[in-house]
């Protein structure tokens, strides 16, 4: 199972930035010792692209889960 990086678990984040690069909806910030998402403006990439941008940018397998 992977971490969902939107409940604040971000244990797998090597804090790259990759997933922020192209956020439509500017949801995912620095923090102070990973990436952070956030899920109040986060919309999974709805109407942007077929799926969570973030999640196939993210060189971690795994660290980055979409809501179910």
Not at 11 to 18: K, L, N, R, S, T
Not at 31 to 43: P, R, W
Not at 49 to 55: Q, T
Not at 56 to 66: A, F, H, N
């Amino acid at each position: 199972t992977g971490i969902d990086i939107r409940d604040g678990l971000q244990y797998e984040c090597i804090a790259c930035g990759d997933c922020a690069q192209d956020c439509p909806t500017d949801s995912i910030r620095e923090g102070l010792m990973a990436f952070e998402i956030k899920a109040d403006t986060c919309n999974e990439c709805d109407g942007s692209f077929e799926a969570p941008k973030c999640v196939e940018l993210c060189p971690v397998d795994g660290c980055i889960v979409p809501a179910a």
